[in-house]
């Protein structure tokens, strides 16, 4: 990424103009950078690099070399040069185009040193990029910048049935980028609600793009995770041939940094199985590198803390944790030497629970969540939209009849009436149809024997 290097403090003394930046459909991508400088690399550094993919892959081509360190071949030249003087590297051959097509292998020399680099770290793969660069892209492409108004929200959110006030209520906590509390009683979609959330941030938040790995305090952290971050389709080098992306690439015409990713904005959720280890660096004790905390995965897009109340860790550890970077937007991360660097805390952190919110954390806590939103049992209008949707959804017949029969024999007796009862009985009663091998139409004795094996605990 092409960037004066400025130092992390006044990179994050600058984030809050950052963060008021109203971005476009995509954040300006990271171009290729034209040497080691720009790269942010040192030559003894590459070399390693070099020298751990040779003795792990084998003879390379240059052009390979290059691909698979992500770098332009005009940046990787230079430590081949160094190399092959140092006698650590030979030539094996190679077409009359250049130096990219020249096989590269390692020489007795050249192995010992490899060794000797893989012992320090055994990461083989893409270049990383410099931490500066990292966080500023991140700030660059915060959940802030994201256009959000009632029309372009409501697509997500077509599959619920929601009432007016509170889908108003939602907008505004969307667009801050800040932090949400999602509380109410158990059934009423407080999950599916973050989860909508996360698909318009998904979908028409925009791509971002994420490295593959950045360097920090001299050690090397892995970004990129594919069971998290979806690559965008229709990115420039995908809509080209590999002929012609290749030489983009080589020439440095135009390219984008290949360290990067282009991605849709990253959903990360989690559940009771969030514990603080997973909230710091992991550290490959063999392979001496680290990989990013989820939340730090979870930049430029949504975290969803689901079922709050319920984790591992107890609610006043977790938010104490938090404390900080809900408050500034920032966090920071130990290396196992000790030290500490600072990182973006830049998504829209959601808490779901069906507790009370005051049973969990305090006021001091509560005051760093920016938007507080209730999701209470459904009115009978609203239950009974729901109730038609999954009527629809699953091709059975309107019977207004069965929805009296709830309210007459549950509902008006003090069981409140949840959103997700309506999907739950009436997939019950597409079940005993299909066992008692009659066709599937809705009637009050239906609903009736529905309800006694599913509310039975309740009447």
Same mark, same amino acid.
């Given at each position: 990424?092409?960037?004066?290097?400025?130092?992390?403090?006044?990179?994050?003394?600058?984030?809050?103009?950052?963060?008021?930046?109203? =971005?476009?459909?995509?954040?300006?991508?990271?171009?290729?950078?034209?040497?080691?400088?720009?790269?942010? *690399?040192?030559?003894?550094?590459?070399? %390693?690099?070099?020298?751990?993919?040779?003795?792990?892959?084998?003879?390379?081509?240059?052009?390979?070399?290059?691909?698979?360190?992500?770098?332009?071949?005009?940046?990787?030249?230079?430590? #081949?040069?160094?190399?092959?003087?140092?006698?650590?590297?030979?030539?094996?051959? =190679?077409?009359?185009?250049?130096?990219?097509?020249?096989?590269?292998? #390692?020489?007795?020399?050249?192995?010992?040193?490899?060794?000797?680099?893989?012992?320090?770290?055994?990461?083989?793969?893409?270049?990383?990029?410099?931490?500066?660069?990292?966080?500023?892209?991140?700030?660059?492409?915060?959940?802030?910048?994201?256009?959000?108004?009632?029309?372009?929200?409501?697509?997500?959110?077509?599959?619920?049935?929601?009432?007016?006030?509170?889908?108003?209520?939602?907008?505004?906590?969307?667009?801050?980028?800040?932090?949400?509390?999602?509380?109410?009683?158990?059934?009423?979609?407080?999950?599916?609600?973050?989860?909508?959330?996360?698909?318009?941030?998904?979908?028409?938040?925009?791509?971002?793009?994420?490295?593959?790995?950045?360097?920090?305090?001299?050690?090397?952290?892995?970004?990129?995770?594919?069971?998290?971050?979806?690559?965008?389709? =229709?990115?420039?080098?995908?809509?080209?041939?590999?002929?012609?992306?290749?030489?983009?690439?080589? *020439?440095?015409?135009?390219?984008?940094?290949?360290?990067?990713?282009?991605?849709?904005?990253?959903?990360?959720?989690?559940?009771?199985?969030?514990?603080? %280890?997973?909230?710091?660096?992991?550290?490959?004790?063999?392979?001496?590198?680290?990989?990013?905390?989820?939340?730090?995965?979870?930049?430029?897009?949504?975290?969803?803390?689901?079922?709050?109340?319920?984790?591992?860790?107890?609610?006043?550890?977790?938010?104490?944790?938090?404390?900080?970077?809900?408050?500034?937007?920032?966090?920071?991360?130990?290396?196992?030497?000790?030290?500490?660097?600072?990182?973006?805390?830049?998504?829209?952190?959601?808490?779901?629970?069906?507790?009370?919110?005051?049973?969990?954390?305090?006021?001091?806590?509560?005051?760093?969540?920016?938007?507080?939103?209730?999701?209470?049992?459904?009115?009978? %209008?609203?239950?009974?939209?729901?109730?038609?949707?999954?009527?629809?959804?699953?091709?059975?017949?309107?019977?207004? %009849?069965?929805?009296?029969?709830?309210?007459?024999?549950?509902?008006?007796?003090?069981?409140?009436?949840?959103?997700?009862?309506?999907?739950? *009985?009436?997939?019950?009663?597409?079940?005993?149809?299909?066992?008692?091998?009659?066709?599937?139409?809705?009637?009050?004795?239906?609903?009736?024997?529905?309800?006694?094996?599913?509310?039975?605990?309740?009447?």
């Amino acid at each position: 990424m092409t960037m004066q290097r400025n130092s992390l403090s006044s990179i994050t003394s600058s984030r809050h103009s950052l963060m008021d930046w109203e =971005g476009t459909d995509m954040p300006e991508a990271p171009s290729a950078p034209e040497n080691l400088k720009e790269a942010g *690399l040192t030559l003894s550094f590459l070399n %390693e690099q070099v020298l751990r993919s040779l003795l792990v892959r084998g003879t390379m081509l240059g052009i390979d070399l290059a691909k698979l360190l992500c770098l332009p071949f005009k940046v990787i030249e230079e430590a #081949l040069r160094f190399l092959k003087d140092e006698k650590c590297i030979e030539v094996m051959g =190679g077409d009359l185009i250049g130096h990219v097509s020249y096989k590269f292998a #390692l020489t007795d020399l050249g192995r010992t040193r490899a060794r000797d680099a893989l012992k320090t770290c055994s990461y083989v793969g893409p270049c990383p990029v410099p931490l500066e660069d990292y966080v500023e892209q991140a700030y660059r492409q915060c959940v802030t910048g994201i256009h959000c108004v009632p029309d372009t929200l409501r697509s997500s959110f077509s599959n619920l049935v929601l009432p007016e006030e509170l889908f108003m209520a939602l907008g505004p906590a969307i667009v801050s980028g800040k932090s949400m509390f999602l509380y109410g009683p158990p059934g009423n979609g407080k999950t599916s609600i973050a989860r909508c959330i996360g698909d318009f941030m998904n979908g028409a938040g925009g791509d971002i793009f994420v490295p593959y790995c950045f360097q920090a305090d001299g050690s090397i952290v892995t970004m990129y995770d594919p069971t998290i971050h979806q690559p965008s389709n =229709g990115t420039e080098n995908e809509r080209l041939d590999d002929n012609e992306a290749t030489i983009r690439r080589l *020439l440095n015409t135009h390219s984008i940094d290949a360290r990067w990713v282009r991605i849709r904005r990253p959903v990360v959720v989690t559940g009771g199985e969030l514990n603080l %280890e997973m909230l710091d660096l992991r550290y490959n004790v063999e392979a001496n590198f680290y990989q990013a905390p989820l939340h730090v995965k979870a930049n430029g897009g949504v975290f969803l803390v689901d079922d709050f109340g319920r984790q591992l860790v107890s609610p006043k550890e977790l938010l104490n944790r938090w404390i900080l970077p809900l408050e500034e937007r920032r966090d920071f991360l130990t290396v196992a030497s000790g030290k500490k660097f600072e990182v973006p805390f830049e998504q829209l952190i959601i808490f779901s629970t069906n507790l009370d919110p005051k049973d969990l954390v305090d006021d001091a806590f509560l005051r760093r969540i920016r938007h507080k939103v209730g999701i209470e049992a459904p009115s009978r %209008e609203v239950y009974t939209r729901i109730f038609d949707a999954n009527i629809k959804r699953l091709g059975m017949n309107a019977c207004p %009849e069965a929805i009296d029969f709830l309210y007459e024999r549950y509902y008006n007796r003090g069981r409140n009436p949840r959103a997700s009862d309506c999907r739950d *009985l009436l997939e019950i009663v597409q079940a005993i149809c299909r066992f008692r091998k009659q066709p599937v139409k809705l009637t009050p004795a239906l609903m009736a024997d529905a309800a006694t094996t599913f509310i039975c605990e309740f009447s």
